[in-house]
């Protein structure tokens, strides 16, 4: 069987709760859920696989559908998030145009969340609930069975047109079973972001789930049980990528630091492999002290994302962040000491949050001095305990996300949480918020002064020009 699996353009992303100018083409990084799918396919089936990634190639719907007629697939898979979905679902549209038999598969957090919704689109033929590593397979062999299919957890389908759920699939528990990622089906040395000088850069899951419970918290497809790859299958990824000439590895854990043994267990190895490779890494502050800074940086490395995401402790205790102010000062105090780059993330507009309450956070942030902040305005994600305390106090009027996935058009604006202050305010004091940080004439020395090449200069530039213009 010929399967394709397609990142679809994304023409249609709906509006983000942050400006334009800083969403579009600043990053092009890897398709991993679709890689590691790939890679399970290669090694456990005979089936011939082929991954197409729309955004990086520059390929258009209408290309797509050129690229669909060619490649002559059997069954394709998408992964679909609520952001993507009308991509998504015009990518499935243009399948099923072009070959009725051809089947359709969705997997990702959109139809974990949606799953009724999801399927009634006539273009859709599967949804896989959770881990797709562990349900692909059967389903292949079985996709003309619907006896057999009712038989396979992590599987929505229809049958005579009844809706089939057979509930979610299982976690994975030993990660280190898995096979790595299928880079080299993938335009890989491609890959870049405008955090790094480096190129070709890839991404990486060295853990999947996180114990702690945020109130924002909308990762519900790798759950919330932390499951860890070993120290040792960790190193050997992190090999074969720098034999393939990748330059540096960002590490797309939801916490990277929750095992403490385990970080310092990953930075040994390394070290003992003498193995010559940036890479970045995202954890909490109260995961981190001297002695495991120290190790990352002689590992190598390069930069550490904190979600630090309030510079109050009112609004981080509203956020359930389970951290302190204090340990965030100290947390970026010895992580530049050590030399580690520091990148903090911070939403406006949660619960009870005040205008004079987001101006003590962009003090805060001007404070700890991270050498990037990423800031959003606080979004009621679905399925998260933010939404349903949104709906609960009729700050949303409806279940507009459900909405959405029933018929998703363009146009669609996210809610936002707006009791305390309203939209246009929240988006004023967001682009304040970014200007006051970045404008800043020592930073901007600062970071002149640590150019390294003028591919790095030209990104910077771009990244500049975008935030004059928000």
């Known amino acids: 069987m010929r399967i394709l699996l397609i990142s679809p353009p994304t023409e249609n992303t709906i509006a983000s709760v942050m400006p334009k100018e800083l969403e579009e083409g600043l990053d092009f990084l890897p398709p991993l859920g ?6 399970y396919l290669e090694k456990e089936t005979p089936h011939e696989v082929e991954i197409l990634d729309c955004p990086v190639e520059g390929i258009s719907h209408e290309q797509l559908r050129e690229e669909i007629k060619k490649r002559n697939p059997e069954a394709v898979g998408i992964t ?32 974990i969340i949606f799953p009724e919704e999801t399927i009634k689109n006539h273009e859709i033929d599967f949804l896989v609930l959770g881990e797709g590593e562990g349900v692909i397979k059967p389903l292949l062999e079985n996709i003309d069975n619907p006896r057999e299919l009712k038989n396979i957890e992590g599987l929505v389908f229809k049958d005579n047109g009844k809706i089939i759920n057979t509930g979610r699939a299982g976690l994975i528990e030993n990660l280190d079973d898995l096979p790595f990622p299928a880079r080299l089906l993938t ?147 010895i992580t530049k000491e050590i030399g580690i780059q ?51 106090e009729r700050v949303i009027a409806s279940d507009v996300w459900r909405d959405f996935a029933r018929n998703p058009q363009p146009g669609f604006i996210p809610p ?22 970045y404008f800043r004439p020592k930073y901007i020395l600062k970071r002149i002064l640590q150019l390294k090449s003028p591919q790095e200069f030209f990104q910077k530039s771009l990244a500049a020009l975008k935030l004059l213009k928000i």
């Open 80 to 111: 679909a998030m609520t952001f993507t979905l009308i991509d998504v679902m015009k990518a499935a549209k243009a399948v099923k145009e072009i070959n009725p038999e051809t089947k359709v598969i969705l997997g990702g957090p959109h139809v």
């Open 187 to 333: 335009p890989y040395k491609k890959y870049f972001s405008i955090l790094s000088p480096r190129k070709p850069v890839t991404t990486m899951f060295t853990s999947r789930g996180c114990p702690y419970r945020c109130l924002f918290c909308d990762r519900p497809q790798l759950g919330k049980n932390f499951r860890a790859r070993s120290a040792k299958n960790v190193v050997d990824e992190i090999e074969i990528c720098r034999r393939m000439g990748i330059k540096e590895i960002f590490i797309y854990d939801d916490t990277f630091g929750v095992d403490r043994q385990r970080v310092l267990d990953i930075c040994l190895e390394i070290i003992k492999r003498n193995i010559d490779i940036a890479w970045d890494i995202r954890t909490r502050v109260n995961t981190v002290d001297e002695e495991i800074l120290r190790a990352l940086k002689q590992a190598g490395c390069q930069r550490i994302h904190y979600g630090v995401e309030a510079g109050t402790q009112k609004i981080l205790n509203v956020l359930r962040k389970g951290i302190t102010l204090e340990q965030v000062e100290k947390a970026f105090r």
């Open 416 to 437: 936002i949480w707006e009791k305390e202050l309203p939209r246009a305010e929240l988006f004023f004091l967001l682009k304040k918020a970014y200007q006051s940080f």
């Open 34 to 39: 679709l890689m590691y799918v790939a890679a």
């Open 342 to 392: 520091t990148a903090a993330y911070f939403m406006i507009g949660s619960p009870t949050e005040t205008k004079e309450d987001i101006l003590q956070t962009i003090e805060f942030m001007k404070k700890i001095n991270p050498d990037y902040v990423h800031i959003t305005i606080t979004t009621p994600f679905p399925a998260t305990d933010l939404y349903e305390m949104a709906l609960g």
